[in-house]
Nanobody, 127 residues
Framework: QVQLVESGGGSVQAGGSLRLSCAAS????????MGWFRQAPGKEREGVAD???????SYADYVKGRFTISQDNAKNTLYLQMNSLKPEDRAMYCC????????????????WGFGYWGQGNQVTVSS
């Protein structure tokens, strides 16, 4: 059973930085697809950034140039470095992991709904 535990959230003023961590356990040898998602009050969950099993990364337009996703395979830990934070970045941030074989047949994108999720970590940005 894969377990994901996030840490590093908190409160910061606009323009500040935070780094989220997601420690993964329960799997070895297979490189899962890993991603960060967020959900603000009254809004639907949205993708932020992800790392595919081949190491390629992708970002949502609203965080490009400000956020960086990375992972330390030796520590089985996923990171999200968030710089130049804006009040609209305020949300509950969750990490997710999905087996690399679970993909949409046409787009080949990971099907996160069939993966594992952390408990979430609150990020608050004040103006």
């Amino acid at each position: 059973q894969v377990q994901l535990v996030e840490s590093g959230g908190g409160s910061v003023q606009a323009g500040g930085s935070l780094r989220l961590s997601c420690a993964a356990s329960g799997y070895t040898y297979i490189r899962y697809c890993m991603g960060w998602f967020r959900q603000a009050p009254g809004k639907e969950r949205e993708g932020v950034a992800d790392i595919d099993s081949d190491g390629s990364t992708s970002y949502a337009d609203y965080v490009k140039g400000r956020f960086t996703i990375s992972q330390d395979n030796a520590k089985n830990t996923l990171y999200l470095q968030m710089n130049s934070l804006k009040p609209e970045d305020r949300a509950m941030y969750c990490c997710a992991a999905v087996h690399p074989s679970i993909r949409d047949r046409e787009t080949k994108t990971p099907r996160w709904g069939f993966g594992y999720w952390g408990q979430g970590n609150q990020v608050t940005v004040s103006s």
